[in-house]
């Protein structure tokens, strides 16, 4: 028979509250002593776990308003209602709109690579923090968060989805239901590192689609689509292209960062 006072039992009691708030915040110290809270970018101690340090936190470039409406790149003067640049104008993407917490540089950069090819998942709660203050105006409306979709094969052999993790995780912060298996890819794609934006157009065109038994809940409906970096808007629009074509009134797109200087290092 299971001892009720063995290490789940204690364990689900912390967790639930059940020991007194000086026992809880004895055993946290315990815990702070054994495995010590450092900086999610630089690894340097920090007062609290899933944090950054002050260094590393002055270091992101947070992306406020203005801000384009169509492609959420900070723009240098502010107006008096919502603005479109002149580069949406110019060229106007497939989606409708798009929004991302940070530019892609430093720290936010770092943070991205960890995630994505460290295993750093542990700074997930924090990113989701940043795109619910970053996606106010496209979470307002959304009927569905879907995550960018990876090829299975390369699903298979980095066994996780950033992006899904990242929508999973603004799905529970916002209780918008989310979907990562209504968008897929219907082929796999060569990296985007390197490609010039007409490369990156051509290579994932035509590379998505929305599953005959997922029209259903994407027809009609605003769909936010979350991925980790927006660079040049080209996988976003393949995206937002399948969405539309599956009957989607609208798409959305939601960021951990986004691009801003078309010179800049990218993924």
């Known amino acids: 028979m299971p001892d009720p006072d063995g290490q789940a039992g204690i364990a689900g009691r912390v967790a639930h509250g059940a ?69 949406a104008l110019a060229d106007p993407p497939v989606y409708d709109r798009a929004r991302a917490a940070a530019r892609y540089h430093g720290t936010m950069r770092n943070l991205v690579h960890g995630l994505k090819y460290g295993d750093r998942h542990e700074g997930v709660r924090l990113m989701s923090g940043w795109l619910m203050r970053a996606g106010g105006e496209v979470l307002e409306d ?19 989805n950033q992006a ?47 599953p005959e038994r997922w029209c259903h809940a994407v027809a009609g409906r605003t769909i936010l689509l979350v991925d980790d970096v927006i660079t040049t808007g080209a996988t976003a629009n393949a995206c937002a292209r399948a969405l539309k074509r599956a009957g989607a009134a609208h798409v959305n797109v939601l960021a951990l960062a986004r691009v801003v200087d078309p010179l800049a290092p990218t993924l």
């Open 164 to 210: 899904a993790m990242l929508a999973r995780a603004v799905s529970s912060a916002s209780g918008i239901p989310v979907s990562p298996l209504a968008l897929e890819r219907t082929r796999r794609t060569e990296s985007q590192v390197g490609l010039s934006a007409s490369q990156r157009r051509k290579n994932v065109a035509g590379a998505f689609r929305v």
């Open 142 to 160: 959304a009927d569905l968060v879907v995550p960018v979709p990876l090829a299975r094969t390369r699903l298979w052999s980095r066994r996780f």
């Open 19 to 87: 020991f007194p708030a000086a026992v809880r915040r004895g055993l946290q110290g315990v815990s702070d002593f054994l495995l010590p809270p450092l900086c999610l970018c630089c690894r340097e101690p920090v007062q609290a776990h899933d944090g950054l340090c002050a260094q590393c936190w002055a270091d992101i470039d947070f992306i406020v308003q203005p801000c384009c409406d169509r492609l959420g790149i900070p723009l240098a003067y502010p107006s008096a209602g919502k603005i479109v640049s002149a580069a």
